[in-house]
């Protein structure tokens, strides 16, 4: 299982590296922005992606936007503070599968990521 | 400064600090803040805009922002380390962000974080906002957050 974290905090990113890798998921790439994200996923091709949504040089939606042109099945789980129910919508209208507030416990990221792989997988 | 906005930032604090680093918060009587000097050493700011326009910063003395920052991320970190301001930045983020989700009726954005470290260090916000200190205690220490943040013109006209 390979998994991409988007997110222009390290910080954030080694939090949740932390409940993966607690998980069992040890493949992981970090990308820091959406352009950084879109340069990686092509060679890394992730089963899964943690995007953040107000990152520098190209944000979450914006990048999810474009992932979604071509790949429509790979699921990606909006991981951000934006939470207005308006920008969940806006989120899911982009192609997003599922979504995290931060703050958040290791127990409910990890509830999302089990849940979001378990509704692909059936 | 109307109260919707402060109340937001009251309960994000105490909702962020809790979830990531397991503290409560004890939040002291709100003031107006006088001059531009920074409260304390280590300040984490957060620009808003759309219905609403202004700064939030989160200020800390460098011992607790260490302290903090240690709860935070598991592991300590230089204060004049790039993996500290980075920490910084994230809890100014959650903190405003989740803030922000609480306004009634704004579409709000928020800017990705700075944060500025010295003894002294000035933040001048609009001449036109009042900024509003909330001091905060944890058992690792103190540390406020200042709010200098009002309704956007256009939208104080549409409503």
């Not at chain 1, 998921?25 to 950084?36: F, K, L, M, S, V």
């Not at chain 1, 520098?56 to 790949?71: A, C, E, L, W």
Request: charged residues 20%.
């Amino acid at each position: 299982m390979k998994i991409l974290l988007v997110d222009d905090s390290k910080t954030m990113r080694s939090i949740q590296k932390s409940v993966l890798t607690q998980l069992g998921y040890t493949e992981i790439e970090e990308a820091c922005d959406g352009q950084d994200a879109l340069s990686k996923v092509g060679a890394f091709e992730p089963d899964l992606m943690l995007v953040d949504w107000n990152m520098p040089n190209m944000d979450g939606i914006t990048f999810v936007k474009h992932v979604r042109q071509t790949d429509k099945n790979t699921p990606i789980i909006m991981v951000t503070t934006e939470s207005e129910k308006s920008r969940v919508i806006e989120a899911i209208k982009a192609g997003v599968n599922n979504y995290v507030v931060k703050p958040f416990t290791p127990e409910s990221l990890s509830q999302r990521i089990t849940e979001t792989l378990t509704k692909k997988a059936a | 400064m109307d109260p919707q906005f402060i109340t937001p930032f009251i309960k994000s604090i105490q909702n962020v600090f809790s979830t990531m680093l397991h503290m409560p918060v004890t939040i002291n009587q709100p003031a107006i803040k006088q001059g531009n000097s920074a409260t304390y050493d280590v300040s984490g700011i957060i620009g808003m805009s759309g219905d609403v326009v202004g700064s939030v910063v989160l200020s800390f003395p460098k011992e607790t922002a260490s302290k903090l920052i240690t709860a935070f991320c598991g592991m300590e970190f230089p204060v004049d380390s790039p993996d500290f301001a980075d920490a910084v930045g994230e809890l100014v983020n959650m903190v405003s962000g989740s803030a922000k989700g609480m306004f009634v009726d704004k579409d709000v954005s928020i800017s990705c974080p700075s944060v500025v470290i010295g003894t002294g260090h000035q933040i001048t916000s609009r001449s036109d906002t009042p900024c509003v200190t909330i001091p905060c205690t944890t058992s690792q220490g103190d540390l406020a957050i200042e709010i200098a943040i009002r309704e956007s013109n256009a939208a104080s006209k549409a409503a």
